[in-house]
């Protein structure tokens, strides 16, 4: 508490105020307050979240794609030291020698630990060579949707009026619009080769769902009092939205975020393997490395082959099921009675709000 | 009744932006299909003069490249409302033939799916909600999140290689037996549902996971609501709580995500009638897209559009009639 500013030595209880003043001697580092912040924005909520398995399982195995992708990145790469750096051999037809390698099964050497199609080539290292442009991809295709819906959705609901009625109208009628026969469609046409590009393209349409989420939300937020008062001391509209409603929105934007990031490897993996994507390469995507092991190799009527298509499956569908666990584990970082409960600090009664995420 | 006029309107604004994009993609894009289609009469009939060529082509895809832009756009959009989808270049049939034909067999197999997702989802997420926290409810919600992050078309491979070859359960593609006669007779009516399980279960497995995690969550907020409570001390009997408490308003918000699976399954046709073969729209779009016959790729894209529209139109009126506080504000949704 400070005194009042006549100058005179009284705080505004009528004492002396030497008790409370100790806040200018005791001055708080920059660094410090950084760490705090730290602390309190990344720290807790972590250890929070950590608490929870499906977190635990989520990261551990997105944590193990971005590793593979490190390390196909590394192997192929062209760059100063690490040009020399070969971990994983880049897959190619009979690399392990002569036709006798066709077809090898799973879990019989460490040179090819799952095995090799139907040329030779080694599957383990196919899928990990197809891993960086698939993240790429799913983070290029998550990005895209959250900053779309979150520009949409915040500027028309803050803003209401024309301006609402014109974004809401645009973002209905893109929901309607059928996502994947309008993705086949333009990626037969522009033909995008750079995955940046591909991600995006993927969900194009995707955003719309989540603007009309948010604008709800902006909606009930903007008439909350805490914001009223915010305008009244004349705050910018730009810094009402950072500060005060942007907060709200994160566990839609975190969880949206996850949920087209999935979009994009099912509606990516089903177009390469359709081959409306593909051009080509083996190890270009595990849609492709699919398409082969079922045109090429057929992989489907020969029991003996079909880990050909497994293996890239499964390979799919780890990345997804991590997405998907991770963000049910976001529940408990952004819905404060959960968290509550879950350090034991509150006493609750037991069985409410829960807020489970849906999927579709 | 405004309301009502407003949701139809933009129903039909819909279908009018694709038509338009569909027009700007035939037109406009380098190497466009007008481009493409008259270099390849002109090959093959080279005696052709360049006007009867540009005529061939607007007999084709309804779009003549001779034409200014305005007009060839007025031109497409009268063809399109009379109904006049082009003629496919592949088949030399017109494009609405084959729509004809193909439609109610996707429709079908859709129907079927909705119909068990949305039972198996919504019954077994209730339960779940009621049991939370118990063996059964972990047990459903790690079978749920894991077959909901397994891709609709690798659930059609792995089924496709257990039930149609190792055990022969079920036929590896087609529509409906060979040698049966289509018509209303017994036989060809269990023939095509025959045919139809694989498709469906391979979509339903994939997508229930989400709806019943969906319900769960909604159930388990309304069970907490006060006049759930208070319907308890009244004394009223379980099922009429769960039932007409907690089931309605929980499937309420689960509405929305049904209207979203319609226009997500038509996608998901394309894939899943290619792996099996069947020969719905999803079939013809994709087969379009491999031999570039764009007159079926686009006429496919529209019909498709045209059906999720009504789709969502009607399952909007529905909802407005479930829930009366939609049409007076809406301006609070939930999803």
């Given at each position: ?16 105020g ?21 602390h ?16 635990k399982?989520?990261?551990?195995l997105?944590?193990?794609y ?10 192929g790469?062209?760059f ?19 036709f ?7 879990f019989?050497?460490w040179?090819?630990?799952?095995g090799t199609d ?6 383990f290292?196919?899928i ?12 290029a ?12 959705g915040?500027?028309a609901g ?5 301006v609402?009625?014109v ?11 059928p996502?994947?026969p309008?993705?086949i469609?333009l ?18 349409g995707w955003?719309a769902g ?10 009930s937020i ?6 009223e008062?915010?305008?009244?001391m ?6 009402i ?8 929105l ?10 087209s ?5 099912f ?16 190890s ?15 992989a ?6 079909s ?5 890239p499956?499964?390979a ?6 991590g997405?998907?666990l991770?963000?049910?584990g ?6 404060p ?9 509150t006493?609750?009664?037991g ?10 | ?6 949701r139809?309107?933009?129903g ?18 380098p190497?466009?299909?007008a ?6 009469i ?11 060529i ?5 007999q ?16 497409y959009?009268?063809?399109?409302a009379q109904?006049n ?5 592949n088949?030399?049939?017109p494009?609405?033939?084959?729509i004809?034909?193909?439609?109610p067999w ?5 129907s ?25 409810d972990v ?12 891709p ?29 006669e ?6 060809f009516?269990t ?25 769960r ?5 309304v069970l907490?609501n ?8 009244r004394?009223l009997?379980?099922r ?21 699976t319609v ?27 491999e ?5 079926v790729?686009?006429?496919?894209f529209?019909v ?7 789709a ?18 809406g301006?609070?949704?939930s999803?």
């Amino acid at each position: 508490m400070s005194p009042t500013d006549d100058g005179s030595e009284k705080s505004t209880d009528g004492g002396t105020g030497d008790i409370f003043d100790f806040e200018a001697t005791e001055e708080i580092s920059t660094s410090q307050r950084y760490r705090e912040f730290f602390h309190e924005a990344f720290y807790l909520p972590a250890r929070e979240a950590w608490r929870d398995w499906r977190m635990k399982v989520g990261l551990v195995l997105i944590f193990g794609y971005l590793f593979m992708g490190l390390v196909a990145w590394i192997s192929g790469s062209n760059f100063g030291v690490l040009a020399d750096v070969t971990i994983i051999e880049s897959p190619r037809s009979n690399q392990f020698g002569g036709f006798e390698f066709n077809n090898e099964g799973p879990f019989q050497s460490w040179d090819y630990p799952l095995g090799t199609d139907s040329t030779g080539r080694d599957i383990f290292g196919a899928i990990v060579y197809a891993t960086p442009d698939m993240l790429k991809m799913t983070f290029a295709g998550g990005v895209y949707v959250v900053v779309v819906a979150t520009v949409v959705g915040t500027v028309a609901g803050y803003k209401g009026g024309r301006v609402d009625s014109v974004l809401t109208t645009i973002s209905d009628i893109v929901m309607t619009v059928p996502g994947l026969p309008l993705v086949i469609v333009l990626a037969t046409m522009i033909d995008p080769r750079n995955p940046w590009i591909i991600g995006p393209l993927l969900v194009i349409g995707w955003w719309a769902g989540l603007a009309r989420t948010i604008r709800a939300q902006v909606l009930s937020i903007r008439e909350e009092s805490y914001v009223e008062a915010s305008r009244t001391m004349g705050i910018s509209t730009r810094r009402i939205i950072q500060k005060d409603i942007m907060p709200n929105l994160m566990p839609y934007i975190m969880v949206n975020f996850v949920m087209s990031s999935r979009q994009v490897i099912f509606n990516g993996v089903g177009l390469y393997f359709l081959g409306i994507l593909a051009h080509g390469s083996y190890s270009d995507n595990w849609g492709v490395m699919m398409q082969f092991a079922y045109t090429h190799a057929s992989a489907l009527l020969i029991p003996e082959r079909s880990y050909q298509l497994l293996m890239p499956m499964a390979a799919i569908v780890g990345l997804s099921f991590g997405l998907i666990l991770f963000s049910q584990g976001t529940d408990r970082l952004f819905n404060p009675r959960v968290r509550q409960r879950g350090t034991g600090s509150t006493e609750q009664d037991g069985e409410e709000d829960e807020m489970t995420t849906t999927i579709t | 009744m405004n309301w009502f006029i407003k949701r139809i309107g933009q129903g039909l604004f819909t279908i009018f932006a694709v038509a338009s994009l569909t027009f700007v993609l035939i037109r406009t894009m380098p190497g466009s299909p007008a481009q493409q289609l008259a270099a390849d009469i002109r090959q093959n009939q080279p005696s052709l003069s360049a006007r009867q060529i540009n005529v061939m082509v607007e007999q084709r895809i309804g779009v003549d490249p001779d034409q200014p832009m305005h007009e060839a756009y007025m031109n497409y959009m009268l063809n399109l409302a009379q109904g006049n989808l082009g003629e496919s270049v592949n088949y030399q049939e017109p494009v609405a033939d084959i729509i004809l034909r193909s439609l109610p067999w996707t429709a079908f197999v859709m129907s079927v799916s909705l119909l068990f997702v949305f039972i198996f989802g919504i019954g077994l997420g209730a339960i779940m909600a009621y049991r939370e926290g118990s063996k059964f409810d972990v047990g459903s919600s790690i079978i749920a999140i894991f077959l909901s992050s397994v891709p609709y078309y690798v659930a059609a491979v792995v089924m496709i290689y257990v039930l149609a070859l190792e055990l022969s359960l079920f036929p590896l593609s087609g529509r409906y037996p060979r040698g049966v006669e289509p018509g209303f007779t017994l036989e060809f009516f269990t023939g095509a549902l025959h045919h139809a399980v694989l498709p469906a279960a391979s979509f339903i497995v994939t997508t229930w996971g989400g709806f019943a995690l969906g319900m769960r969550g909604n159930s388990i907020q309304v069970l907490g609501n006060d006049y759930i409570r208070v319907a308890k001390l009244r004394g009223l009997s379980d099922r009429r709580i769960a039932l007409r408490y907690v089931g309605r308003n929980a499937i309420l918000p689960m509405w929305t995500s049904f209207l979203i699976t319609v226009g997500f399954m038509f996608g998901a046709s394309i894939i899943l009638e290619e792996i099996f073969t069947y020969r719905g729209i999803g079939y013809y779009m994709f087969d379009s897209i491999e031999n570039r016959d764009y007159p079926v790729m686009m006429g496919t894209f529209l019909v498709i559009t045209v059906s999720v529209v009504i789709a969502v139109l009607v399952a909007d009126i529905t909802y407005g009639k479930l829930d009366p506080r939609v049409e007076s504000g809406g301006g609070d949704e939930s999803y």
